[in-house]
Every structure is written in C-alpha cells, then in structure tokens.
C-alpha cells in the first residue's frame, strides 16, 4: 500500500512532507508559528498520501479557520484588555479611598480630643 502512496506523490511531483515542510507551509499561509507547530504535527499523517494539489487544499482550509479563529478571538483579547484597565483603575480607586478613610480617621480622633479637651476646660468654670 506503501507503494501506491508512494507512486501516487511521485505522480504529482509532491516530494515527501515532514512536519517543518507543512509549518512552513503554513506560516507562509499567516498562520501563527505557536499555532502551526502543533497542527502541522498532526497534518503529518494525513497529508503523507495526498497529491500536491489536495496537499495545498488542506492547508489553505487551515489557513481559513485560523484566520477565523482569529477574528473570533481578538474581540476577546480587546475584552480583556478592557477588563485588566478597569481592574487597575478600581484598585486606584480603591487606594484613594484608604486615604481619604485614614484622614476622616484622623480628623475624628483629633475633633474627639478637642471635645475632651474642651470638656476638662468647661468643668473648671463656675457661670
């Protein structure tokens, strides 16, 4: 069966593939190299007994979907960003609040010692 699969890539002038051939493929397609390390190790087993034109046909499928896949996930990606951006600014937001709490704080306990002081000093007068 070898033989035939053999004979049939001969036919077509489509040397052997390996999984960097198809990588390269790919990457020359625009798909991402973190993304077609993967898939050309997969497409390996497949596209072994293909004719070149089949062989350029798959890749252009994964090209498309990833592509797709793409498109899909940026909008994510900008989700998430917007997400990280509101996170910073609630915790800034949330320091300025400690601040101002520590100063209410100190206000209170200075306003606190007035009034004792001011107590101790209307205790000593007789009108």
């Not at 499928?61 to 899909?72: F, L, M, N, P």
């Not at 940026?74 to 300025?96: C, K, S, V």
């Not at 601040?99 to 209307?122: C, F, H, I, P, W």
Request: aromatic letters at 6%; a negative charge.
């Amino acid at each position: 069966m070898r033989e035939k699969s053999e004979l049939r890539v001969r036919a077509y002038g489509s040397p052997e593939v390996d999984s960097e051939r198809v990588r390269s493929d790919l990457e020359n397609r625009g798909v991402d190299p973190e993304f077609s390390r993967p898939v050309a190790q997969r497409l390996v087993a497949i596209v072994s007994d293909l004719s070149a034109p089949e062989y350029a046909a798959i890749l252009d499928g994964v090209s498309a979907a990833y592509g797709v896949y793409r498109e899909i996930s940026e909008p994510n990606d900008a989700h998430f960003r917007h997400g990280n951006e509101l996170q910073r600014l609630m915790e800034g937001f949330t320091g300025e609040l400690r601040k101002l709490d520590e100063g209410l704080q100190m206000l209170s306990t200075y306003l606190v010692r007035m009034g004792a002081l001011s107590s101790r000093e209307d205790s000593g007068r007789l009108h």
